[in-house]
T-cell receptor
Framework: DSGVTQTPKHLITATGQRVTLRCSPR?????VYWYQQSLDQGLQFLIQ???????AKGNILERFSAQQFPDLHSELNLSSLELGDSALYFC??????????????FGEGSWLTVV | KNQVEQSPQSLIILEGKNCTLQ??????????LRWYKQDTGRGPVSLTI?????NTKSNGRYTATLDADTKQSSLHITASQLSDSASYIC????????????FGKGTRLHILP
């Protein structure tokens, strides 16, 4: 158990809908990261927040957004869902601000299926 | 273009044997390279983190090497166990660019009894 909690574990929704994925980082971790893993693309970095502020943005679509709340939990909002958005979405956390030298702990992921 | 290529795509070995997984990258400027183990349907777990100045790092039966000149890394697994069956993912980050985190597609390792 990494200490990173993600909900829901599984989610099935229709195209065009909007969903919210939630993440609680490990106790004491200030950084939260979101990743997408699909069968054909592998893992891709989406976005990072540090202590409530957006710190780095990767391959995140405009239809997707995220935020980190004062209690450090984070949400990833996915809207206007398409079939291609079906994937495993991981949240991860680390103590420090940057990726350099920080061990990043992953949650168990949220399986999203768009039908 | 920043890329991370892993080989082989999949590997089957007998329990107790050693194996080596490869990772070649073109990410520049280089910051650090990580190896993760990912069990099916689970989150990746960090095995090693190496920076430019590090040539080798071990974590139990896992030993990672890095040649920053040739932009190659390897992960050597010694005396494999059934629990080593997983995907092993190489991840390279660019210096001062925390948005440039490039994942390899992984090597799927199967350990047979």
């Amino acid at each position: 158990d990494s200490g990173v909690t993600q909900t829901p574990k599984h989610l099935i929704t229709a195209t065009g809908q909007r969903v919210t994925l939630r993440c609680s980082p490990r106790s004491g971790d200030l950084s939260v990261y979101w990743y997408q893993q699909s069968l054909d693309q592998g893992l891709q970095f989406l976005i990072q927040y540090y202590n409530g502020e957006e710190r780095a943005k990767g391959n995140i679509l405009e239809r997707f957004s995220a935020q980190q709340f004062p209690d450090l939990h984070s949400e990833l909002n996915l809207s206007s869902l398409e079939l291609g958005d079906s994937a495993l979405y991981f949240c991860a956390s680390s103590v420090g601000r940057g990726q350099f030298g920080n061990t990043i702990y992953f949650g168990e992921g949220s399986w999203l299926t768009v039908v | 273009k920043n890329q991370v290529e892993q080989s082989p795509q999949s590997l089957i070995i007998l329990e107790g044997k050693n194996c080596t997984l490869q990772c070649n990258y073109t990410v520049s400027p280089f910051s650090n390279l990580r190896w993760y183990k990912q069990d099916t349907g689970r989150g990746p777990v960090s095995l090693t983190i190496m920076t430019f100045s590090e040539n080798t790092k071990s974590n139990g039966r896992y030993t990672a090497t890095l040649d920053a000149d040739t932009k190659q890394s390897s992960l050597h697994i010694t005396a494999s166990q059934l629990s080593d069956s997983a995907s092993y993912i190489c991840v390279v980050s660019a210096l001062n660019r925390d948005d440039k985190i490039i994942f390899g597609k992984g090597t799927r390792l199967h350990i047979l009894p």
